[in-house]
């Protein structure tokens, strides 16, 4: 089967067959994304001599992805564990004292801390019990404090360690180091106006509580900031963890994120290797013990082994699709029917669409199916990949804890004791309208060629 039209059809085949059933949500990314192309591969022809070619290429691609993955969702955890986030997280509380206004902005600056580990559930879980107590006795709507959240988190996931920019970076066969920098000018942005929508939101609460006369005036932010600490505190106790006590160990795990991040946005050193190495310092200054080291990675092996498996999958799935030729035949055949003028803006119409597309799509799907396509398309339009792949992602990153397929996001739903649709109904406009703002500023700042 190595006709044009046949490889065309197969490959869309593979494609909407994985898209369809990981939107099932029935099955493991990782049967999807493995068993499918495999047996496409074979409709096409190959036998499994190739098929292992196109695996070991696919796996060429993703490997230091993967153990970026690992040991960065460790690392974070390490951190979250012996509690360094959380004295930010409630000097944060304190310093809102109180004032609306000061409530959203500070409640965006609480979850850009709290997402420093990438992870959505670790965020939630970190911001929502924290605040709810807070936004009810201001009488403030549960909705907002969701929205801020979700955008806030949404902005740090262009971190290389988050899910989009890692999986991003096995299509196009770059780093996730070498994307968040050409992504930095995006995410400054993103940062300074989640800020701002966050203080708007919080004079539209200021006048409706001002209207309807509800909620209090005075609020003990000191005993909601402690009651936070204490269950934190509480949290890590349950986990029979036996970390070093000691000042200097706070000190020291401080330094050591503010220079491994310095490291990465410098570029002097992948984050591969970084992660591997910060990991492994973590683990002799916060645990003494050679138990304490072990009982720390098994907690978090199953998060790590979990995302790592996902991106290993991917690798035969874009391995078959690049090796057999069918990703190059189904982008040939898009360009064929492409108005000329519409070509050299595809990813950027694609883009445009990232927060609708994002509640029709999993993340997998999107990254995985919906990118090599555009990237494809508008390489041979003279779009470069990198371009293709960001305007992808400042797109859709917006709109990652809005849409219905995020585990993540029913956790916060559940935490706040929220609907569903009255959230999407109330976040969707406000999200979609941010990523246009968003792609189109990136596309002025000539990130998008």
Request: hydrophobic share 55%.
């Amino acid at each position: 089967m190595n006709s044009p039209l046949a490889l065309t059809l197969l490959g869309l085949v593979i494609i909407g067959a994985t898209v369809g059933v990981l939107l099932r949500g029935k099955t493991h990314p990782v049967v999807a994304m493995t068993l499918i192309p495999f047996a496409g591969a074979l409709l096409a022809g190959s036998g499994l001599a190739e098929i292992s070619e196109y695996y070991g290429a696919g796996l060429d691609r993703v490997i230091n992805v993967v153990v970026m993955f690992i040991f960065a969702i460790i690392y974070f955890g390490i951190l979250a564990d012996v509690g360094l986030f959380e004295p930010v997280i409630t000097a944060l509380i304190r310093a809102t004292r109180g004032k609306i206004v000061l409530v959203t902005v500070g409640t965006a600056a609480i979850a850009v801390v709290a997402h420093l580990d990438g992870s959505g559930s670790t965020t939630f879980l970190l911001t929502i019990p924290a605040l709810l107590p807070l936004y009810q006795a201001l009488g403030m709507s549960r909705y907002v404090l969701l929205t801020i959240v979700a955008l806030s988190a949404s902005v740090m996931n262009m971190v290389p360690w988050a899910g989009p920019v890692g999986r991003a970076a096995t299509v196009i066969d770059s780093t996730p180091n070498e994307i968040w920098q050409h992504l930095l000018p995006a995410q400054a942005i993103a940062l300074v106006s989640v800020l701002i929508v966050s203080a708007i939101l919080g004079v539209t609460e200021r006048r409706r509580l001002a209207k309807t006369g509800v909620g209090s005036t005075t609020v003990d932010v000191h005993a909601i900031a402690d009651d936070f600490a204490s269950a934190q505190r509480k949290e890590r106790a349950s986990l029979n963890l036996t970390p070093r006590a000691g000042t200097w160990t706070v000190w020291a795990n401080a330094a050591i994120t503010i220079a491994l991040i310095g490291v990465l946005v410098s570029g002097v050193v992948t984050p591969a290797p970084a992660f591997l190495v910060g990991t492994a310092i973590l683990l002799v200054i916060n645990f003494p013990s050679l138990d304490a080291q072990s009982d720390i990675l098994r907690r978090h092996a199953p998060t790590a082994l979990s995302m790592a498996g996902v991106i290993l999958a991917a690798a035969m799935f874009l391995g078959v699709l690049d090796g057999t030729g069918m990703l190059e035949q189904i982008a040939l055949s898009l360009i064929s029917i492409l108005p000329a003028a519409v070509g050299p803006y595809v990813h950027i119409i694609i883009g445009l669409l990232g927060v609708p597309l994002d509640l029709a799509t999993s993340t997998d799907a999107y990254y995985f199916s919906l990118l090599p396509i555009v990237q494809s398309t508008a390489e041979a339009f003279g779009v470069s990949g990198m371009g293709a792949a960001a305007a992808m992602i400042i797109g859709n990153v917006i709109g990652t804890f809005v849409s219905p397929f995020s585990p993540a996001l029913w956790l916060a739903i559940g935490l706040a004791g929220a609907n569903m649709g009255k959230y999407i109904r109330f976040a969707f406009p406000i999200a979609w309208v941010f990523s246009g703002v968003l792609v189109l500023a990136s596309w002025a700042m000539g990130l998008l060629v």
